[in-house]
């Protein structure tokens, strides 16, 4: 493990099961990855974890799970996290990929290109790669989705939805909370259900409907 995310785990979490790495100490011949800020982990996270994984075990290859701290739109000044780093790893721990990657996504970060990210992404000889069709990558996000697919068999995932149709996101989630919907903004990121279900079950409940206002 990274010392650094070592500490920021602390002593009290179990990291046997997951391997937690800095961007660019990983090199894989195989796996599947997913990719993305996954601030708040909610439940269209949890629909990326949960295909990543099942796709990894059916391939017989190693899961991962690459992300950013701190997520590009908290660096930028455009929203403030959902959760700490910490929570963020051990919500994602929680679903048990093989490795977590985590980028310091900082100055230097940000003036890497497309390019530079792709060059990357190749020392981990993904099979598949499983984003969001909203994802971007490389400076002034130069690089998207179908990007990715010119150059590794990838898979866009399309937005899950709550029950009302609108599209389960960090943004949303951020939006209930300021207007004093605590309960609805819970519903959205599904954690309690997660947490309180045994492992075997917590792929399956990433894809609980949702009714929210």
Avoid at 96 to 101: G, S, T, Y
Avoid at 113 to 135: K, M, N, Q, S
Wanted: proline share 6%; net charge positive; glycine share 8%.
């Amino acid at each position: 493990m990274d010392k650094d995310l070592g500490k920021v785990l602390g002593k009290g979490f179990d990291s046997s099961a997951v391997a937690f790495l800095r961007d660019g100490e990983l090199a894989l011949e195989a796996c599947v990855v997913t990719i993305g800020a996954f601030d708040g982990v909610h439940r269209g996270h949890q629909e990326l974890l949960r295909q990543t994984i099942a796709a990894a075990q059916c391939r017989g290859v190693p899961s991962v799970v690459y992300t950013f701290d701190p997520p590009p739109k908290v660096y930028f000044g455009q929203a403030e996290p959902l959760i700490s780093l910490r929570e963020k790893l051990v919500r994602i721990a929680t679903f048990a990929p093989d490795h977590i990657v985590v980028a310091d996504f900082n100055e230097l970060y940000v003036r890497r290109t497309a390019a530079d990210f792709l060059a990357e992404l190749r020392l981990l000889h993904p099979h598949e790669v499983i984003v969001g069709e909203d994802f971007r990558f490389g400076s002034c996000k130069g690089g998207t989705a179908r990007l990715l697919r010119q150059h590794f068999n990838t898979r866009i995932l399309p937005p899950v939805r709550c029950g009302n149709g609108e599209i389960v996101s960090s943004s949303r989630i951020r939006n209930l909370r300021r207007s004093g919907l605590a309960a609805a903004a819970s519903a959205l990121e599904n954690w309690r259900d997660i947490v309180t279900a045994p492992p075997a079950n917590r792929s399956g409940l990433a894809q609980l409907e949702v009714i929210s206002p």
